[in-house]
């Protein structure tokens, strides 16, 4: 691991080490990008980062300050004092901040809110409280908002006002006096339309919405459906509580994939991996490698019990391998490409069928086709027709069991409202090694006998 400060820019050190820290770090950092700023400063001992920060000011303090992982801006943020503190949760995007005070510990949580003006701490406990992988949770308040009644003109000059501290102005929504949502206009709307119009008169009505207690995965795909930059959230009445932007669904689609990469392979949660020392890492992974070693313990017993049938035609154990490792395998892709089809909504629960039928034939045709490979090795091998014939047919079963249920199993998942991602390749090749065994004995059994 890199020691932090061991590759600071000398030029930020030489900054950082003169009489006039502060004015040299705001000449040092002008017109950069924020990421760029966090790039060069990521290296830094927190104190220093902290000073940078207080350098900096608003906004471009704030941005730096956003760019560090939660668990990084809480060591920078114990560096300040409690008005700073403040004055930081106050200047922060308001999504950002309640995700940041969500980790903070309830001490902490007591300290540092009655410091903060009312308005924003009312809105980040009215965040926080938002249950988790909800549409609420992802939110901000940082919209733009216009009544109905007013004319283009009029719009425009409460525009400027808005436009200073919101995420987006592309989109502004048009709500009544008690914020239920009446329908949204862009910034192109207002430009080209005439000045004297009123809002409700160039308002689009047909409104694309999420609810607040909408998962936050369905809202991700609803605004990629409708390549939206932003998707309004209401809740149950109607009201208009805030927006989601397409930063947020990257950060959902990032955090949505990396879960199912972990689950599909029996990883466990998600942890950061650099951070983590190797005993977390292997609690994590424990679980399901144990729950495999006793699902693949049944093989062993399979084996076992067919001790007669491998002393007596040797060769049938040559081929075992081959033909649980070409089921697993074959499993593993189709199981891929389905959950896949699920997550983007390419597949629908009501396609079962078609697509066990598909992968169905896609098992016979690739299982033929390996079987005619496997069966030519075998006899070569043992010059015995029949060994051929055993791991030919055993392989075209083994590969379309694989793939039907490389099919179907994640499906069933997705109907009992679990997430067909645990479904996981690992999982799936011991279910088609115990059955691909069993199989292959009956095969062995009536040939030989």
Known sequence: MIKRGSIINPEIQAVLSSSNRKEGIKKLFADMHPYDIFVLCEDLD????????????????????????????????????????????????????????????????????????????????????????????????????????????????????????????????????????????????????????????????????????????????????????????????????????????VDVVIEETTEDIYKYGAAGEYIDYMKANPFNVARQRAFWLLFLIIVGSVSAFILQKNTYLLETVVALSFFTPLLLGAGGNAGTQSSTVVIRGLAVGEIEMEDVFKVIKKEMSVGICVGTFMALVASVMASWLDKDPRLGFTVGMAMIFNVTLATSLGAFLPILFKKFKLDPALMSGPFITCIVDVVSLIVYFKIATIIFA
């Open 46 to 249: 927190n104190t220093q980062i902290a000073e940078c920060i207080r350098a900096l000011g608003v906004p471009a303090g704030i941005e730096l300050f956003e760019q560090f992982d939660d668990d990084r801006r809480k060591e920078i943020f114990s560096c300040f004092s409690g008005e700073w503190m403040a004055d930081i949760l106050e200047e922060m995007s308001h999504d950002e901040r309640a995700d940041f005070v969500k980790n903070l510990s309830p001490e902490k949580m007591e300290e540092i809110l009655p410091l903060v003006a009312r308005a924003e701490r009312i809105d980040i406990k009215k965040l926080i409280e938002y249950k988790e992988g909800t549409a609420g949770s992802i939110l901000t308040t940082d919209y733009a908002s216009l009544p109905p009644n007013i004319s283009v003109k009029e719009a425009i000059e409460k525009i400027k006002l808005q436009a200073f501290n919101r995420e987006t102005i592309y989109y502004i929504y048009v709500i009544d006096s008690d914020r239920k949502l009446l329908g949204f206009v862009s910034l192109r709307d207002i430009l080209v339309a005439p000045s004297q119009k009123l809002i409700e008169d160039i308002m689009h009505k047909n409104v694309i919405s999420a609810n607040v207690n909408d998962d936050k995965e369905e809202v991700a795909n609803k605004l990629s459906d409708y390549n939206f930059l932003a998707i309004p959230i209401v809740d149950n009445d109607e009201r208009l509580v805030g927006i989601v932007t397409v930063d947020d669904v």
